[in-house]
């Protein structure tokens, strides 16, 4: 009643092609790099806006992660900001806590405790900014 399929599938085409495939915990590393990178760049954004030492040290931090992930390549560093206002320390403090979030997600899955944690600390230390500067 059917005609028999007399080619191959898409599906199994594209597989035979020789495409170069990623592993599931190098997309998971790839990934990962990519939000803590994120979290980077709105912690140097914070970093101009309002300098600490705790801040500096997070930056170090997420640094070396990324480039760790990335097989030792160093992420990017910005050091331009906007101008400063109470609203904007608020968003930028609610951007990396989405961010940690983020990165917490894909840590956990891919079972990177180091990641984890830093995931955690920062997603820790930006809901309390977000509580602080709201209050104020």
Excluded: C, N, W
């Amino acid at each position: 009643m059917y005609e028999p399929i007399r080619t191959k599938s898409v599906h199994s085409m594209a597989d035979d092609a020789g495409f170069p495939h990623r592993t599931r915990e190098e997309e998971l590393d790839i990934q990962l790099a990519g939000h803590l990178a994120a979290l980077l760049a709105v912690t140097d954004e914070l970093r101009a806006l309002a300098p600490s030492a705790e801040l500096d040290a997070a930056a170090e931090r997420l640094a070396d992660q990324v480039a760790r992930l990335r097989l030792g390549a160093q992420p990017p560093r910005s050091s331009v900001a906007s101008a400063i206002h109470e609203p904007h320390l608020t968003a930028l403090h609610q951007r990396a806590h989405a961010l940690a979030g983020r990165a917490l997600v894909v840590a956990a899955s891919r079972a990177d405790t180091a990641a984890a944690i830093l995931a955690a600390e920062r997603m820790d230390v930006h809901a309390d900014a977000t509580r602080l500067v709201g209050a104020s």
